[in-house]
């Protein structure tokens, strides 16, 4: 069974920067791809990053281009991501998945792992 924790979340003011970290139970966790999606009050879970399981490859919706950064430890069984220049439409819960298969992909659907998530509040 694959568990997956985030942690790092809080409340920031805008302009500020915040780093999540998901760690990951399993000893497979180098050969699964990995996302960060969020969801906001009254909207739908999107995508926000990306990364292919020698990390590698990466992938970013357009909103977190430039200020966004997605990596991995596969020694500490960790996934991160550094939000800088954070903005208040960046306020949601932002949940860590994991996908068998070592391809980044920006589908929730191709994820069959999840963790509780994190809130993240950017107050302006």
């Known amino acids: 069974q694959v568990q997956l924790v985030e942690s790092g979340g809080g409340l920031v003011q805008a302009g500020g920067s915040l780093r999540l970290s998901c760690a990951v139970s399993?000893?497979?966790?180098?050969?699964?791809?990995m996302g960060w999606f969020r969801q906001a009050p009254g909207k739908e879970r999107e995508f926000v990053a990306t990364?292919?399981?020698?990390?590698?490859?990466?992938y970013y919706t357009d909103s977190a281009k430039g200020r966004f950064t997605i990596s991995r430890d596969n020694v500490k069984n960790t996934v991160y991501l550094q939000m800088n220049t954070l903005k208040p439409e960046d306020t949601a819960v932002y949940y860590c998945?994991?996908?068998?298969?070592?391809?980044?992909?920006?589908?929730?659907?191709?994820?069959?792992?999840w963790g509780q998530g994190t809130q993240v509040t950017v107050s302006s």
């Open positions: 998945a994991a996908r068998s298969a070592r391809l980044a992909a920006s589908s929730a659907a191709e994820y069959a792992y």
């Open positions: 990364i292919s399981w020698s990390g590698n490859s990466t």
């Open positions: 399993g000893r497979t966790f180098s050969s699964y791809a």
